[in-house]
């Protein structure tokens, strides 16, 4: 009869399933959300015949990587599809390989290794999970680790097998690049191939002669490596040189010990004390997504089985605690050169924290296994990185239902314009008065406000903005800036006739954020109302012809004129 059973999964596949399962569920929202944010307008097309100009990519922003992604999804006629699939697979694959080089390496047991993958690739610092042009940046920082599990296959292949997966291992680091800040990370895996080249080494060397060899071999025996990132950027600083706004918005300097402590400080504060702070907040004023991430968290752990592997790996505490804090303050201090700093406050400044999941992945595991000296390895991992990855998705979902709020809002505002004639200006303040006080609200961006204007009249010298957001010389600034040498704002036209748009929630009154994507989820998922008339009924626009009141007319400018960010 036994033979008859279905044969079990082996642990190690298990695990993978789990994982991926995991993130899937934990992300699924992505999947809901067809929305542009920000700069989004800029690269991609919502339909075929909106017109944008990513030349600035090239010719003045400096990202070529990027150029190539954002130009084939808008060649394919559904960029929205494509940057869901990159960001989904940098996600998936990104995490599988985490853990199966942590685990090949022997650095991580399985269920170590599945909770550290889940606090990297769950992590709610970073807000911008839903993003459409940003998931370049979570394909990037995936590719690296996928390039690091063929590095560690390349470590011990022989013959053509080696050179095709070092081949691949440059091609996926080069790309990983998109993210200029995966570089850290890349030196950390450049560290990894050190180690392990060292440890291959002869004990009666000496220490002194072994490290001297072992990175006399890693130069030599990996020279496409070494030179990679001196090759890329040489390359950027020939051929994509940042300018004009570009240029001055990398303040590059040598910051002093005082800006590196308040820097460190404010990507501590952002990157975890809020986060946290804003978790623990957000459970008890709305528990539903964190007693659901709980039954996940619950079913993974059980189907997982931790604490059944040998323990003998398992002593090392200290040296994650220290790689986490070392890795902290290096990740940060390229943005701290830069002069750029995150906030938890406006989800896209969150993008600056993308990599940082992995520091508090590392203080978790120091924290578990210290521990598990007291409770056992189980209860630990149930302790340490259950309660984390509660937290962690808990609070993600929280940041998809804004997105998919924010969303929803950009999507009844054009809907709105698209069905009245459009007057006779070419210049929109929006007054945004949608959301009541029980919802977190950020004002949109000029690239969005813009951007809708041109997506429901057409591709006009639009320029939008959201009246509470700007300073009252926003005409004069951006006549500044559509002027600046490979400005992604040449489009956008200050001087013309000025309108002002009144947006308000449609029905009884302003909604929350919460009850709108629940009513929206039940119209798309539950089929109970359509969303078209959902749509069209969320929102109460006017529009009052005339000059913008407290906005500085544009031929009242000074002539010193400065961008105010």
């Not at 490979?486 to 302003?510: E, M, N, V, Y």
Request: net charge positive; charged share 15%.
């Amino acid at each position: 009869m036994s033979s008859l059973s279905p044969p079990s999964l082996s642990p190690s596949l298990r695990a993978i399933a789990i994982l991926i399962v995991v993130l899937l569920v934990a992300h699924a929202p992505m999947l809901l959300n067809d929305g542009l944010f920000m700069d989004d307008w800029l690269v991609l097309k919502p339909r075929p015949d909106y017109f944008i100009d990513i030349d600035f990519l090239l010719n003045g922003a400096g990202h070529p990587i990027f150029y190539s992604y954002d130009t084939f999804a808008n060649w394919t006629g559904a960029p929205v599809v494509v940057m869901v699939s990159l960001a989904l697979a940098g996600i998936v694959f990104g995490a599988v390989c985490l853990m199966l080089t942590a685990i090949r390496l022997d650095l991580l047991d399985r269920a170590e290794a599945v909770g550290f993958a889940l606090i990297v690739w769950t992590y709610p610092g970073y807000q911008l999970w839903a993003g459409k042009a940003n998931a370049v940046y979570v394909f990037s920082f995936g590719l690296l680790f996928v390039g690091a599990w063929l590095l560690t296959l390349a470590f011990s292949a022989q013959g053509w097998r080696r050179v095709l997966l070092r081949v691949a291992c440059a091609c996926l680091f080069v790309l990983s690049f998109a993210l200029n800040s995966t570089v850290v990370l890349y030196a950390c895996v450049m560290l990894g191939l050190f180690v392990a080249t060292w440890r291959s080494g002869a004990v009666a060397q000496g220490f002194v002669r072994r490290a001297w060899l072992a990175a006399w071999r890693c130069a030599l025996g990996y020279p496409e490596l070494i030179a990679l990132p001196i090759v890329y950027a040489g390359t950027l600083g020939i051929w994509f040189k940042r300018i004009g706004l570009y240029a001055q918005h990398y303040g590059a300097h040598l910051p002093t010990l005082g800006e590196l402590a308040s820097g460190w400080k404010a990507f501590f504060d952002a990157g975890y004390r809020d986060v946290v702070a804003h978790a623990i907040r957000a459970a008890i004023q709305v528990p539903a997504p964190f007693i659901l991430a709980a039954v996940l968290v619950g079913v993974a752990l059980l189907l997982l089985r931790p604490g059944t592997e040998a323990t003998a790996l398992r002593r090392a505490t200290a040296l994650p605690l220290i790689l986490a804090v070392g890795l902290f303050l290096a990740l940060s201090s390229p943005y701290l050169i830069a002069g750029l700093r995150p906030s938890s406050k406006h989800f896209y400044e969150s993008r600056h924290l993308l990599l940082f999941g992995v520091p508090a992945g590392l203080a978790l595991l120091a924290f578990k296994r210290q521990a598990e000296r007291w409770i056992g390895p189980t209860a630990a991992v149930a302790m340490l990185f259950g309660l984390g990855s509660i937290l962690w998705i808990g609070m993600l979902w929280n940041d998809y239902v804004f997105m998919q709020a924010r969303t929803l809002k950009q999507e009844a505002l054009t809907r709105s314009l698209a069905d009245r004639i459009q007057p006779t200006a070419t210049v929109y303040a929006l007054d945004d008065r949608f959301f009541d006080y029980r919802s977190r609200d950020v004002p949109f961006g000029l690239a969005e406000v813009t951007g809708m204007l041109r997506l429901a009249w057409g591709n006009q010298p639009f320029f939008g903005f959201a009246l509470r957001a700007e300073r009252p010389d926003i005409l004069q600034e951006m006549e500044w800036k559509r002027a600046a040498p490979g400005t992604a704002f040449r489009h956008f036209d200050p001087s013309g006739p000025q309108a002002t748009i009144s947006l308000k929630a449609g029905g009884s009154g302003a909604a929350s954020d919460r009850a709108l994507v629940r009513k929206y989820y039940a119209c798309r998922l539950l089929a109970r109302c359509d969303v078209a008339e959902f749509l069209a009924q969320l929102a109460e626009v006017k529009i009052t012809v005339g000059p913008i009141a407290g906005i500085l007319p544009l031929n009242g400018a000074s002539e010193d004129v400065s961008p105010s960010r």
